[in-house]
């Protein structure tokens, strides 16, 4: 009769998400580590431009398979990308970020990928990711024809791409610096990772000529070609010149040719800026939205708990039952406990993205006042020869357990 009331208290409690989930993989015997093997994670991939969710589905599972049967791997629990990048925040699956998910799932390698629609059938392309360097180490990039996008035809291509992955077929590698951080880099027109301080270390690169472009809003774009030899790592040192406007001669006025290009330019990109301002921000709100429906959802079912609830009566004869009302009741019958269980399943998942919802609703609210301050009231007539707060301040969305925010770093 106490346990109806102990679990619907549970109910209401606020429990971080992935706390629980932490714990809860802890005390798991599968996330315990085996001799001589490595823990592999492998994310559910994700879809763009029409491909179909059962075409990811059928590669994360023979890719998950593969991994089980292969020696020198052990298996673990994954989740699906779309997920991850959610609740840690990895728009553009920084590696630092992604080691940080690899982590939190108790493994020490991590799979993880997506499917593109493509004219004759689909792209797929798949990294693989050592958590503890928090770097990508291998790369595979290659379009499966449809026909061939099933669970028999696609194994074959499954071996070679875990074969490339996990290092035993022959790669090289590339190491990118550059001068300015924040900068997106490009491998054959797919991205790879954003420059920092240290070197942005690409590995499990197939051999032969590879196009590399770094570039970032504001400074000339740096392409570069290089030649991958098998277990060699090239270098690329990238020198990014800042893009000024041309100066306005004294012939020209406001109205002049390149006076009027170079304000159009400044305009459309005003424009970009305060778009993206107002879709941050709306986003921001819809989230918050979402995480209040589904608190309601909890709240719901927390009333729905409320016939089943047992107290002991107040008075002084023998112990006995009554409900909320006061009137005496008996015990749950088998069919009121089983009511009682399913109430408490159902919320489980709203119980969950209420606070994933208040999480991504909190780091796009931060987000998007940083956007309005860049877009209405950023000064932007500072002299060329110093640095500006808009280059020196760097501010990113943060996801933590109980919520989330806004962190920021300023450069002197």
Not at 45 to 55: H, I, K, M, N, S
Not at 69 to 74: I, N
Not at 158 to 184: C, E, H, P, Y
Request: proline share 6%.
């Amino acid at each position: 009769m106490r346990d109806a009331s102990m679990m619907s208290g549970k109910l209401v409690s606020v429990v971080g998400f992935w706390g629980l989930l932490l714990g809860i993989m802890a005390a798991s015997p599968a996330a315990k580590a085996q001799p001589g093997t490595t823990p592999l994670a492998v994310l559910g991939l994700e879809t763009f431009d029409g491909a179909p969710a059962a075409v990811a589905n059928t590669i994360t599972d023979a890719l998950r398979q593969r991994v089980s049967s292969s020696k020198g791997f052990r298996l673990v629990p994954g989740k699906d990308l779309m997920e991850v990048k959610l609740v840690f925040s990895c728009p553009d699956e920084a590696p630092s970020c992604m080691a940080q998910a690899a982590k939190s799932l108790g493994a020490e390698k991590l799979v993880f990928g997506s499917v593109k629609k493509a004219a004759d059938g689909y792209l797929v392309t798949l990294k693989m990711l050592d958590a503890a360097k928090g770097r990508v180490d291998a790369w595979v990039a290659e379009q499966v024809p449809r026909s061939q996008a099933t669970a028999p035809g696609i194994r074959g291509p499954v071996q070679k791409w875990f074969t490339t992955l996990s290092g035993a077929g022959t790669s090289g590698g590339i190491r990118v610096t550059a001068d300015i951080v924040g900068a997106s880099v490009l491998l054959d027109g797919l991205p790879v990772g954003v420059t920092t301080e240290d070197p942005l270390e690409l590995g499990g690169i197939a051999t032969g000529q590879h196009d590399v472009v770094i570039s970032k809003p504001g400074y000339e774009p740096v392409r570069k070609n290089v030649e991958v030899v098998g277990g060699e790592v090239a270098t690329i040192n990238a020198v990014m010149g800042s893009v000024t406007p041309a100066p306005m001669t004294s012939g020209q006025g406001e109205t002049g040719g390149e006076a009027t290009t170079a304000a159009a330019a400044d305009d459309d990109e005003g424009s970009g800026l305060k778009i993206a301002t107002w879709a941050t921000l709306g986003a921001g709100v819809v989230a918050l939205a979402l995480g209040a429906k589904f608190s309601l959802d909890v709240q719901a079912a927390d009333k729905d708990l409320d016939p089943y609830r047992r107290f002991d009566c107040d008075n002084d004869g023998p112990p006995r039952a009554c409900d909320a009302q006061g009137d005496e009741v008996g015990p749950l019958s088998t069919r009121d406990q089983g009511e009682v269980r399913r109430i408490l399943d159902d919320a489980n998942t709203p119980k969950t993205l209420q606070w994933v919802g208040y999480g991504v609703g909190a780091a796009l609210i931060g987000t998007g006042t940083y956007l309005f301050y860049k877009a209405y009231l950023s000064d932007d007539q500072a002299p060329s020869e110093d640095v500006s707060l808009a280059k020196r301040l760097q501010v990113a969305p943060v996801i933590i357990p109980h919520g989330g925010g806004v962190s920021a770093r300023l450069s002197f």
